[in-house]
């Protein structure tokens, strides 16, 4: 039983390697997989990341935040989910806190998140 559990310790750790590394305020692109019948497709789920959950457990999630027809939509991904085919980094957002709740009850101009310089973006400026 030992020996099962470290098998399934070290696949989950050697995709947790392969995931990009964000935060709250961070703005991801999920790519998910979505099964209609017997058809597969991919389908993308851009916006501003809340929270993360658990950080360094097998059962660690996040939730992503975007508006869509002027309608706030919330998704919450198990990050080891199987369904998740990657998830890309658009922005990394300067914020002073780790889950963004507050951001729920904003909208327009108050719902900006300012954008966190690199080094590169720093040197070109």
């Given at each position: 039983m030992a020996d099962l559990m470290k098998i399934v310790e070290q696949e989950l750790a050697s995709k947790r390697a392969n995931i990009t590394d964000f935060k709250a305020g961070d703005t991801v692109n999920v790519h998910v997989r979505i099964k209609e019948g017997a058809k597969e497709r991919i389908q993308q789920?851009?916006?501003?990341?809340?929270?993360?959950?658990?950080?360094?457990?097998?059962?660690e999630s996040f939730s992503v935040r975007k508006v869509s027809n002027g309608v706030g939509v919330e998704r919450v991904?198990?990050?080891?989910?199987?369904?998740?085919e990657k998830i890309e980094l658009i922005k990394v957002g300067k914020v002073r806190r780790a889950k963004l709740y507050f951001m729920k009850g904003r909208q327009g101009k108050s719902a900006r998140i300012k954008e966190k310089l690199t080094s590169n973006q720093e040197a070109s400026a």
């Amino acid at each position: 039983m030992a020996d099962l559990m470290k098998i399934v310790e070290q696949e989950l750790a050697s995709k947790r390697a392969n995931i990009t590394d964000f935060k709250a305020g961070d703005t991801v692109n999920v790519h998910v997989r979505i099964k209609e019948g017997a058809k597969e497709r991919i389908q993308q789920f851009q916006g501003l990341v809340l929270y993360r959950r658990g950080k360094g457990t097998n059962g660690e999630s996040f939730s992503v935040r975007k508006v869509s027809n002027g309608v706030g939509v919330e998704r919450v991904f198990p990050l080891l989910s199987p369904s998740i085919e990657k998830i890309e980094l658009i922005k990394v957002g300067k914020v002073r806190r780790a889950k963004l709740y507050f951001m729920k009850g904003r909208q327009g101009k108050s719902a900006r998140i300012k954008e966190k310089l690199t080094s590169n973006q720093e040197a070109s400026a």
